[in-house]
T-cell receptor, first 112, second 120 residues
Framework: KQEVTQIPAALSVPEGENLVLNCSFT??????LQWFRQDPGKGLTSLLL?????REQTSGRLNASLDKSSGRSTLYIAASQPGDSATYLC???????????FGTGTRLQVFP | DTGVSQDPRHKITKRGQNVTFRCDPI?????LYWYRQTLGQGPEFLTY????????KSRLLSDRFSAERPKGSFSTLEIQRTEQGDSAMYLC??????????????????FGPGTRLTVT
């Protein structure tokens, strides 16, 4: 059974810091991995999707990497801003299914 | 493109009552998904549709839960005889998926704002 874990569960940093959020999964046979952002009481916003054949994806200040063999993905946030404060979720999709399996998220707070 | 919409945004109901939620996907997205999220947890998959066909259901979807997508456009999720344990955020997502389960290019899932259910 695929399990997805995110570390740390919570993170509080001053503005301007570069951050690394971690996601690990137990079954390396994934189809893709997706990173989301969730603001309190809101739905999910897709940030990046990495196909199983890719090593990384970049969007603005965000960079996500994927290492299937070790069952890990990292989300790198450069020059963090207070507006980045949210919960960040990773989710994996396996072959032969379209459902996403989510981690429990990392709650990020960036203070001025 | 107005994104995925869900209605209502909030629902408070008494235990034992039936509730129904609606999801309107992004137009021309043929795949639609339902997830449930409890406080402090990541979303958990419930079910998904390819057009009007329900392709997969989670064990979480007990007999009290039923989902439909009658014309391959909007979808409804009904919970009968609600219990306090049903209190959660119900999230809907859509994607321009392939034709078979797990087939085709790997598309992103786009989520709606969710329906917050509170059972008292």
């Amino acid at each position: 059974k695929q399990e997805v874990t995110q570390i740390p569960a919570a993170l509080s940093v001053p503005e301007g810091e570069n951050l690394v959020l971690n996601c690990s999964f137990t079954d390396s046979a994934i189809y893709n991995l997706q990173w989301f952002r969730q603001d309190p009481g809101k739905g999910l916003t897709s940030l990046l999707l990495i196909q199983s054949s890719q090593r990384e994806q970049t969007s603005g200040r965000l960079n996500a990497s994927l290492d299937k063999s070790s069952g890990r993905s990292t989300l790198y946030i450069a020059a963090s801003q207070p507006g980045d404060s949210a919960t960040y979720l990773c989710a994996v999709r396996l072959f032969n299914t379209d459902k996403l399996i989510f981690g429990t998220g990392t709650r990020l707070q960036v203070f001025p | 493109d107005t994104g995925v919409s869900q209605d209502p945004r909030h629902k408070i109901t008494k235990r034992g009552q039936n509730v129904t939620f609606r999801c309107d996907p992004i137009s021309e997205h043929n795949r639609l998904y339902w997830y449930r999220q409890t406080l402090g947890q990541g979303p958990e998959f419930l079910t998904y549709f390819q057009n009007e066909a329900q392709l997969e259901k989670s064990r979480l979807l007990s007999d009290r839960f039923s989902a439909e997508r009658p014309k391959g456009s909007f979808s409804t999720l009904e919970i009968q005889r609600t219990e306090q344990g049903d209190s959660a955020m119900y999230l809907c997502a859509s994607s321009p998926g392939g034709f078979l389960a797990g087939d085709g290019p790997s598309y992103e899932q786009y989520f709606g704002p969710g329906t917050r259910l509170t059972v008292t």
